[in-house]
């Protein structure tokens, strides 16, 4: 049936607020090719929509915030851009760190850190314990990360726990995902104008609500953010059910 209530909420009252945010960050490249700059400026500008949605998160206290960074794919691109966006991340790991602390963010990494050098793995590690007991927003951030590797992933970790005659299970699976510390995102944001999730939480995903912006990711901000939760507490979520159900 059609739900009266909603289409007639007040479009500047934010009412239903997702518990778990995801967000593609897509068109940094674009941003910077449109004014004639290399693509890393357009990450680097990246990096303050990064630091502006979180304070935005905290301020309509957000639980759940995860961002995509870096896919498994994204190893393909130049290898000057590969190599300036590590450093970025690293450098960002350390710079930020007392800002996460200080305003009660949890920090984690979500994704494969084999190919990490060392010393990332080490500041990712020690960013994360630091953070562990904070109990405002918890920050994930994707790096190295697709959602067939988790899968995966997820599944040989069980194997190599003693459970070999025991009928595999969803719960199985979900208590091996990297994201098993998080309700699956309510809500998907992704910039950039694609319609697609690119490899991104393929299993959580299920029932997630799916956001597309033409809006390139170092444009983001707070009214287009705005917009993106005014249309998400618009959307009628049935998880299976029918409207009267609800
Ligand atoms: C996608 O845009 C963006 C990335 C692959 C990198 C995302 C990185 C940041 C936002 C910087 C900092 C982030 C953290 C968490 C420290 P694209 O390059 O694919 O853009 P295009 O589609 O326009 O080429």
Same mark, same amino acid.
């Given at each position: 049936?059609?739900?009266?209530?909603?289409?007639?909420?007040?479009? /500047?009252?934010?009412?239903? @607020?997702?518990?778990?945010?995801?967000?593609?960050? /897509?068109?940094?490249?674009?941003?910077?090719?449109?004014? =004639?700059?290399?693509?890393?400026?357009?990450?680097?500008?990246?990096?303050?929509?990064?630091?502006? !949605?979180?304070?935005?998160?905290?301020? +309509?206290?957000?639980?759940?915030?995860?961002?995509?960074?870096?896919?498994?794919?994204?190893? &393909?691109?130049?290898?000057?851009?590969?190599? =300036?966006?590590?450093? &970025?991340?690293?450098?960002?790991?350390?710079?930020?760190?007392?800002? *996460?602390?200080?305003?009660? !963010?949890?920090? @984690? *990494?979500?994704?494969?850190?084999?190919?990490?050098?060392?010393?990332?793995?080490? @500041?990712?590690?020690?960013?994360?314990? +630091?953070?562990?007991?904070?109990?405002?927003?918890?920050?994930? !951030?994707?790096?190295?990360?697709?959602?067939?590797? /988790?899968?995966?992933?997820? !599944?040989?970790?069980?194997?190599k726990s003693d459970h070999s005659k025991k009928t595999f299970t969803q719960k199985d699976l979900i208590k091996n995902?990297? *994201?098993?510390?998080?309700? /699956?995102?309510?809500? &998907?944001?992704?910039? #950039?104008?694609?319609?697609?999730?690119?490899?991104?939480?393929?299993?959580?995903?299920?029932?997630?609500?799916?956001? =597309?912006?033409?809006? &390139?990711?170092?444009?983001?901000n707070e009214k287009v953010f705005m917009d993106a939760l005014f249309e998400f507490q618009r959307r009628e979520r049935?998880? #299976? @059910?029918?409207?009267?159900?609800?």
């Open positions: 049936m059609f739900n009266f209530f909603r289409s007639t909420q007040k479009k /500047d009252v934010l009412i239903e @607020k997702p518990n778990h945010i995801a967000i593609i960050m /897509d068109g940094n490249g674009r941003w910077a090719k449109k004014r =004639f700059m290399p693509r890393i400026s357009g990450h680097k500008k990246g990096l303050e929509s990064v630091r502006n !949605v979180i304070s935005q998160c905290q301020k +309509l206290d957000i639980p759940f915030l995860t961002l995509f960074a870096f896919s498994t794919e994204n190893w &393909l691109r130049p290898s000057q851009e590969v190599n =300036f966006l590590m450093s &970025l991340f690293q450098d960002s790991i350390i710079k930020e760190s007392s800002s *996460l602390i200080k305003n009660n !963010v949890q920090f @984690k *990494l979500i994704g494969d850190r084999k190919p990490f050098s060392k010393s990332l793995i080490s @500041k990712i590690k020690n960013l994360e314990r +630091l953070t562990e007991k904070n109990t405002g927003l918890t920050l994930s !951030v994707a790096i190295n990360y697709g959602g067939r590797w /988790d899968i995966v992933n997820a !599944v040989n970790q069980y194997q995902l990297s *994201l098993n510390f998080a309700p /699956d995102p309510d809500f &998907l944001i992704r910039t #950039g104008g694609e319609k697609r999730i690119s490899n991104f939480l393929l299993w959580q995903f299920s029932y997630t609500e799916l956001y =597309f912006t033409e809006t &390139l990711w170092p444009d983001f049935r998880f #299976g @059910k029918t409207s009267e159900q609800l």
